[in-house]
């Protein structure tokens, strides 16, 4: 099962991302999480310990990988690379391993199909078609606003975009401009998670002015979620109210795609 968290910045879609991974990894399935955010933060989300976190370091940065499996230094543009470079070794290599879920951090630069033309890009494109077509169980994929990094050649491989949204209408309209993005792609599996809900008035909002996405379910207002980003707590341990919605949540997203699939 393969699954993109998208949404605009700062509506808790790397917060989703670490709830779902864990929720799986604790059902007992295999879990690859992939950080594709130009921000790196999935790793505190998950509440990594520092030893664990002093591993990980963005592919996109890795100046001397690059150049070794390109052919040209990274910030370079023109000339020959190669625009297929190896990278089936990189997601077990340069992964870590914490309660049953294992982090890999991409990096960014532009991953769009009309972004720069460089050794870093071609690295990167690589490595997600590479993940896309991969076996894993459960591979989540954090990534960031739109989708088209995902490209007409691999979006078939992903079983569900998850959008994550606010209760306004400025968040739920990034997420119908999200919809068209995904359409013009070719994928209609897509789901709505609201976030930071507030009460039932909330979650009535955004049923009623989903721009046509069906509501997967919703994330309570938790002020705790600060508080455990600063004591370094996955969110999953800290605040039980968005462990067991996450829990309900991955329940019913593997029960529907089951469904559609069979």
């Not at 990988?65 to 052919?71: H, K």
């Not at 975009?161 to 968040?171: A, G, K, Q």
């Not at 829990?247 to 997203?253: F, G, V």
Request: hydrophobic content about 45%; charged content about 25%; overall charge negative.
């Amino acid at each position: 099962m393969k699954l993109a968290i998208s949404g605009k910045g700062g509506v808790g879609k790397t917060t989703l991302a670490a709830l779902l991974a864990q929720a799986y990894a604790d059902a007992g399935r295999e879990v690859l999480a992939v950080d594709a955010d130009p921000a790196p933060c999935l790793a505190d989300a998950l509440g990594l310990p520092p030893d664990l976190r002093a591993q990980l370091s963005p592919i996109a940065e890795m100046d001397e990988l690059i150049e070794e499996r390109t052919g040209a230094k990274p910030g370079t543009t023109g000339g020959f690379f190669t625009l297929n470079p190896r990278v089936e070794d990189l997601p077990e290599r340069f992964s870590v391993l914490h309660r049953d879920v294992r982090l890999l951090e991409m990096g960014s630069v532009d991953l769009g199909g009309s972004g720069c033309i460089c050794p870093e890009s071609a690295m990167l494109k690589t490595l997600f078609t590479h993940l896309l077509f991969r076996e894993d169980d459960v591979l989540i994929l954090d990534m960031y606003a739109g989708v088209e990094h995902l490209g007409r050649a691999t979006v078939d491989f992903v079983d569900a975009l998850v959008i994550v949204v606010e209760p306004t209408r400025r968040s739920l309209g990034t997420a119908a401009k999200i919809k068209t993005l995904a359409a013009d792609l070719g994928l209609d599996r897509l789901w709505l998670v609201g976030n930071k809900v507030r009460g039932e008035g909330d979650a009535e909002f955004l049923a009623a002015e989903s721009p046509g996405i069906p509501l997967l379910g919703t994330l309570p207002h938790a002020l705790d979620v600060q508080t455990a980003d600063r004591q370094g707590i996955a969110v999953y341990d800290h605040v039980a109210a968005l462990r067991d919605a996450a829990t309900a949540m991955a329940r019913t997203l593997s029960a529907q795609l089951e469904e559609s699939q069979s």
